[in-house]
C-alpha cells in the first residue's frame, strides 16, 4: 500500500505543479492580452508589425489655436493651445492641475477631437494621419505604470512580442536595466510583479518606458510619475529620458523640477491656454507661474 501511495504521489504531484503552472503563464498571458487591446485600439494594426523599423524619424508636434471640450455642456478645456516641440530632444509641459497637460496627449492620440485650431505629427495634420499608423508611431508611458505578473521578458515584450533580440537589448541600454537583468536570478526570464521579484519605482517606470521603445515610437509621451523616487532612481530617470530624447520625440508632463530644467523646451500651460514657453533658465526670469512653480517646488507634487 505505501508503495501504491508513493507511487501515487510521484505521479499526481507533477501534475499539480504542471496545473500551478499552467495557471501561472495563463495568468501571465490574459495580462498581456489585456495589455495589447489597450494598446492596439480598434481598426489599428498590431504594434509588433513596427518593431524593427530603422529608417524612422523623431516626430515634431504642432498646437495651433487648439481649442477643445470634453462635452457641449462641459467648459473649454483648451481654450487656445499653441506651441511647437521640435523633432527629437525633450519638451515638458507644466502648469497647475487642470491646465490641460493630459488632454494634449489624449488628443495627439486621437481619443477626442478637437473643435477648433490645428494639431499636427511630424507635420501632418492628425486627422490625415490613418489612425493605425499615427498611434504605432506615438509610445505612451503612463504614470505609475503597473509591472504584471510574469517574467521581465513578458512585461517588455507586451506590445511587441516580436521584438527582435536586438531591439530588446537596445531597449534595455536605453533604459540602463542591464544592471537590474544581471542581478535577478533568473536574468530576463526572472518573475517579477506581485509573485515575484518587486521592482523599485524607478525600475517599474524604466520598464514601461523600455516597453514603449520597443516600439521604436516617433513621439514618446510620458507622464512623469509623481511617486517618490530615491535620489538614485530619480538621477536614473532623469538620464533615461534625456538620451531616449536623442532617438524620438519626448513629451513629457513633468512633475520635478529636475526633469524640467533639463528640457530643450518647456511648455507652461494654465487654464487652458499657453502663457510661456522657453528655457528653464529664460522662464525663471520671464515667466511669474513658472518662477512660482519652480521656487516653491510645486512641480514635484508628493504621491
Ligand atoms: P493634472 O496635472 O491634475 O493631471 P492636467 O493639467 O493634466 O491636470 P487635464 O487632465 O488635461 O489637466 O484636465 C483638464 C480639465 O479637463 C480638468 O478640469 C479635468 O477635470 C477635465 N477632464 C480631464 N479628462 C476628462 C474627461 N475624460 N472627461 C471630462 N473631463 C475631463
Not at 131 to 154: F, H, K, M, N, W
Request: charged share 20%; glycine share 10%; net charge negative.
Amino acid at each position: 500500500l505505501v508503495a501504491f501511495l508513493l507511487y501515487l504521489f510521484y505521479l499526481v504531484a507533477p501534475i499539480a505543479q504542471l496545473i500551478q503552472g499552467a495557471t501561472h503563464v495563463q495568468g501571465g498571458l490574459a495580462a498581456a492580452a489585456r495589455i495589447r487591446q489597450i494598446e492596439s485600439l480598434p481598426g489599428e494594426e498590431p504594434a509588433d508589425g513596427f518593431s524593427g523599423r530603422v529608417d524612422a524619424a523623431p516626430a515634431g508636434v504642432t498646437f495651433e489655436g487648439v481649442v477643445f471640450r470634453y462635452g457641449d455642456d462641459r467648459p473649454a478645456v483648451h481654450r487656445d493651445v499653441s506651441f511647437t516641440a521640435p523633432a527629437g530632444g525633450m519638451t515638458a509641459l507644466v502648469g497647475p492641475s487642470g491646465a490641460g497637460k493630459s488632454t494634449v496627449f489624449a488628443l495627439l492620440e486621437r481619443f477626442y477631437e478637437r473643435q477648433a485650431g490645428r494639431i499636427a505629427v511630424d507635420g501632418r495634420d492628425i486627422g490625415h494621419w490613418p489612425l493605425a499608423e499615427l498611434r504605432a508611431a506615438i509610445g505612451y508611458v503612463e504614470q505609475d505604470a503597473p509591472v504584471l505578473d510574469g517574467t521581465l521578458r513578458e512585461n517588455l515584450l507586451l506590445a511587441a512580442p516580436h521584438a527582435r533580440e536586438a531591439d530588446l537589448r537596445r531597449a534595455l541600454r536605453l533604459t540602463r536595466l542591464e544592471d537590474l537583468v544581471t542581478r535577478l536570478p533568473a536574468g530576463l526570464d526572472s518573475m517579477v510583479g506581485h509573485r515575484g521579484v518587486m521592482l523599485s519605482g524607478g525600475e517599474r517606470q524604466r520598464v514601461a518606458i523600455a516597453r514603449a521603445l520597443l516600439r521604436r515610437p516617433r513621439l514618446l509621451l510620458l507622464d512623469e510619475a509623481t511617486s517618490q523616487l530615491d535620489a538614485v532612481n530619480e538621477l536614473l530617470l532623469r538620464e533615461v529620458i534625456a538620451e531616449v530624447a536623442a532617438e524620438t520625440t519626448v513629451l513629457v508632463i513633468a512633475h520635478r523640477l529636475s526633469t524640467v530644467a533639463g528640457a530643450d523646451l518647456i511648455v507652461v500651460m494654465e487654464d487652458g491656454r499657453v502663457r510661456a514657453t522657453g528655457t528653464h533658465a529664460g522662464l525663471l526670469h520671464g515667466d511669474a507661474l513658472y518662477r512660482e512653480l519652480a521656487t516653491t517646488q510645486l512641480l514635484t507634487r508628493p504621491a
